[in-house]
């Protein structure tokens, strides 16, 4: 016996060894994509403050709100620099952590929480015990025990409206910020005294009053924690609106004054914009069971097939008026003008059965490539849908051409009016003909990707790529030929899984294309160079 | 945009399939110097309840979720007391109701040694490493249909095997499963927060489980229990659908009978059966198996070799005089 384990003892020891080894293992990525280089502007933009903003907001208007700051050589300044001194005198890891993580720029670091916060909160909601779904309440966006729902549902539409407020938001806000920098020309306390010397951050060129940070935490915390208000996520928001606010004063490039400022600048256009998204018509997008009904009705009086849902407890169709919401680049008429110029072919029609037959050759015979290009593009329940989807595609050319924070914002903010318009556009079409799904026609048709509660045509994945990729590209022209085959691809996407006829695709990326044209004819006025 | 949700349980497949069917692989029986014992197996694992996090719930959208498959097995005996073995499913998930497709195909191939390290009276010590690999690039981040998660593992196995008399014996195992992070067909994901990236982490597996019951060269007839539990912590958020990164834990009982055949040339039939009692994140499965296995004596001089049976039970440290009661008109 003794022999036996002596004999054994190493091998013992090897594998228990191993095991220790193996559960000490520490799981991480190198790389979880949201690394962002510090900014480094080749073009300052210092004369934004002449920019076109969204709501016609102007310097006038925060005439009361931002004062003329005091001068440098006050006793009052002479305090916020000793401030700055002992701020940063107690630089330590947490600080060291946001200080290089806010140098990424505000607007992009935004993007990335606002597209993180859509993917957590895109979940439909359960059925009830009564077979029933609950609409998501504002009023109530905690209930999370399954007898209601939480809120929001950050399902595309809800999210394309969702970037495209805060991009305009900061946009509009960074505008003001640029005006009174020019207006004002504070310098950086580290240019005051040059016994400050910046951690980690490079001297700042531009102004510093008010604080550009400041303005954007603000704008940005103060319509996220509205667009997702669980306490989690509000809490959340608020630890990243508090990093961002002080950051630059515990590097030692920004005095109390110069935040103070910014933040309330921040607020004072958050209000503004706040005002048109509150009365966008959003409330009235979910509709109800008579609107519902009134859609099927009018499509059946026309000799069409209707829309249903596929749900084993038929779930009311997402967001059935969103359609009616306010859009960015075009008024109502050029919107419905523009959403019904591609009529789909008749449920009725030879050409309609043929495309079916189409699809159902595409799930019945799927291809690993092809599962992979549904997959890459389904962005489904749970991330941060197709107008997310390209803004990260968008980072990438933003971060590439090392923009200042106001150009990277106008230009998420053309971008994301674009995709907003697409969805108004694209539910305005849905509703409108009310088509339905391949598996509504044929229920062999087995998808290879979750089939969406509202009907086919047009493809929301292709209205939303076409209005991307055509914005993209005018802002982008070396990138213009991958962005026109991404945003084939994503429409294609949709065909392969089985959830769209070839129509919808077409149709999709037709109108898109024209909705993006509308935002480039913004960017072409808009004062930018 | 996906309205409907979904989830899933292969996990069960890659881990309890082969724990509860190839009795190879966590028991404490070996196969003899010179002797293969190769298997096929079909088995059927569905279920129409499952645990969304903590919360029991049904999904009418997916129905019932049936997960079939057909798993090849081998255990080669190098010695007495050091085995090879491997297993190779090809599995298909299917769901009875919503608009779905369930997914097929070839899964991991995994392989693994095991070496029996101590013997003291009826108590053996075994010792057990492997690992699996991808065998092709099937859909991983597609669950409850994909088939399987497209990680490489490597796990540790500890073994206690205790023979009884009347040819009963305990055993008790542990796991611990290691796992590879794999890579998506998309570039983001939330999982407790958002990744932007294709690559997931998988959390580590812990596994524990005992049978007791008759071992016996001709019968076998078992009472089996097993636990998971996932090293990460997240669940499935309300009416999502799971993640690869996900806590899949479960308790399960089950029961393993078998028979070898002697106008079949000792063609041993198996029969298994299982259930999970409680889990998070998995589903309520059922599962069931039948199995054919045949063993081949590769050693060239079989009447001089030691020992004279093909299956070597580490209690009967002196196996050849009838350990697995083998009948010499069965086994010339």
Not at chain 1, 151 to 162: H, I, K, L, M, V
Not at chain 1, 475 to 495: C, I, M, N, V, Y
Request: a positive charge; charged letters at 20%.
């Amino acid at each position: 016996m003794k022999m036996i384990i002596t004999e054994n003892i190493k091998l013992t020891l090897s594998a228990m060894l191993l095991v220790a080894v193996m559960s000490s293992c520490e799981k991480y990525l190198d790389r979880d994509g949201t690394e962002l280089p510090a900014l480094s502007p080749t073009n300052l933009d210092a004369n934004a403050g002449s920019w076109k903003t969204y709501t016609a907001t102007t310097l006038a208007d925060y005439a009361s709100v931002v004062t003329t700051p005091d001068a440098v050589t006050s006793d009052k300044y002479k305090q916020e620099i000793e401030e700055v001194k002992t701020e940063v005198s107690k630089i330590d890891d947490a600080r060291r952590d946001a200080i290089r993580y806010w140098s990424g720029g505000g607007v992009l670091r935004w993007n990335q929480i606002m597209r993180e916060l859509v993917a957590k909160n895109n979940l439909p909601p359960a059925e009830n015990e009564q077979g029933f779904y609950p609409i998501p309440s504002s009023a109530d966006p905690n209930n999370l025990n399954g007898t209601g729902t939480a809120f929001p549902f950050s399902n595309p539409p809800y999210a394309a409206r969702a970037y495209s407020y805060v991009s305009v938001a900061q946009y509009d806000a960074l505008v003001i910020a640029m005006a009174l920098k020019a207006k004002y020309a504070r310098k950086s306390p580290n240019a005051v005294d040059v016994n400050i010397v910046p951690v980690i951050l490079a001297a700042p060129k531009l102004n510093s009053f008010p604080s550009e940070d400041a303005v954007m935490a603000a704008v940005s915390y103060e319509f996220l924690k509205r667009l997702f208000p669980q306490s989690a996520d509000t809490l959340f928001l608020y630890k990243k609106k508090e990093e961002q606010k002080w950051f630059k004063l515990w590097a030692g490039v920004s005095t109390r004054s110069d935040i103070e400022a910014g933040e309330k600048l921040g607020k004072a256009v958050f209000a503004k914009v706040f005002a048109r998204f509150r009365t966008d018509g959003m409330a009235n997008a979910v509709g109800a069971q008579s609107k519902w009904d009134s859609l099927t009705k009018r499509c059946e009086e026309r000799g069409e097939i209707a829309w249903k849902s596929m749900e084993t407890s038929p779930r009311p169709p997402m967001l059935a008026l969103f359609g009616n919401v306010m859009t960015w680049n075009m008024d109502k008429k050029n919107l419905t003008d523009i959403s019904t110029s591609v009529p789909p072919l008749s449920t009725n029609s030879e050409g309609f059965k043929a495309q079916v037959a189409e699809v159902k050759s595409y799930t019945d015979n799927p291809t690993r490539e092809r599962i992979a290009i549904v997959h890459y593009w389904a962005d489904g329940a749970g991330t941060q849908t197709p107008p997310g989807h390209w803004n990260q595609i968008a980072e990438k050319y933003i971060v590439a051409a090392k923009q200042s924070e106001v150009r990277m914002a106008r230009n998420l903010a053309l971008l994301n009016t674009a995709m907003m318009d697409a969805s108004v556009s694209c539910w305005y079409t849905k509703s409108f003909y009310y088509c339905p799904r391949p598996s509504q026609i044929d229920n062999s048709i087995k998808t290879l990707t979750g089939l969406p509660n509202f009907p086919s045509y047009t493809s929301g994945h292709s209205t939303f790529s076409a209005a991307a990729s055509t914005v993209l590209s005018y802002l982008f022209p070396d990138g213009a030929t991958t962005f026109q085959a991404q945003a084939d691809e994503a429409s294609k996407s949709r065909l392969y899984g089985g959830i769209h006829y070839k129509m919808d695709c077409e149709g999709g990326l037709k109108i898109g294309k024209m909705l993006g044209d509308k935002a480039i004819l913004r960017g072409q006025s808009d004062g930018v160079q | 945009m996906k309205t409907f949700t979904k989830f899933s349980l292969w996990t069960l497949l890659t881990f309890t399939t082969f724990l509860a069917n190839a009795q190879m692989m966590n028991d404490g029986i070996f196969m003899a110097k010179g002797n293969l014992c190769g298997g096929i197996t079909y088995m059927n694992d569905s279920w129409n309840k499952y645990w969304e996090g903590a919360l029991y719930r049904e999904n009418k959208n997916l129905g019932t979720l049936t997960i079939q498959s057909v798993v090849l097995m081998g255990n080669y005996g190098i010695s007495d007391r050091f085995n090879l073995m491997f297993s190779l499913p090809y599995i298909s998930t299917k769901a009875s109701a919503g608009t779905s497709q369930g997914m097929s195909g070839v899964q991991d191939l995994t392989m693994s040694v095991k070496y029996r390290l101590i013997q003291a009276h009826n108590l053996s010590v075994i010792g057990s490493i492997g690992g699996s690999i991808p065998t092709n690039n099937y859909v991983a981040d597609y669950l409850p249909f994909a088939i399987g998660m497209q990680s490489k593992t490597g796990f540790a196995r500890g073994i206690l095997y205790y023979t009884l008399p009347a040819n009963l014996a305990l055993t008790v195992h542990g796991t611990y499963t290691a796992r590879s992070n794999m890579k998506a067909d998309r570039e983001m994901y939330y999982a407790g927060k958002g990744y932007f990236t294709s690559e997931m982490i998988m959390p580590d597996i812990v596994n524990f489980g005992g049978k007791f019951g008759h071992y016996s060269y001709r019968w076998q007839l078992e009472a089996t229990y097993d636990q998971q539990i996932t090293q990460g912590t997240l669940d499935i958020r309300r009416n999502d659908m799971p993640g690869l990164c996900d806590k899949f834990d479960y308790n399960k009982v089950g029961f393993i009978a078998a028979y070898r055949v002697p106008v079949l040339k000792d063609l041993q039939i198996m029969v298994t059966g299982g259930k999970i009692l409680s889990g998070r994140n998995v589903g309520e499965s059922t599962t069931y198996s039948i199995g054919i296995s045949k063993y081949i004596d590769f050693r060239k001089n079989k009447t001089a070799g030691i020992p004279s049976g093909p299956i070597c039970r580490p209690g009967d440290m002196n196996h050849k005089s009838g350990g697995m009661e083998v009948k010499k008109e069965e086994h010339k």
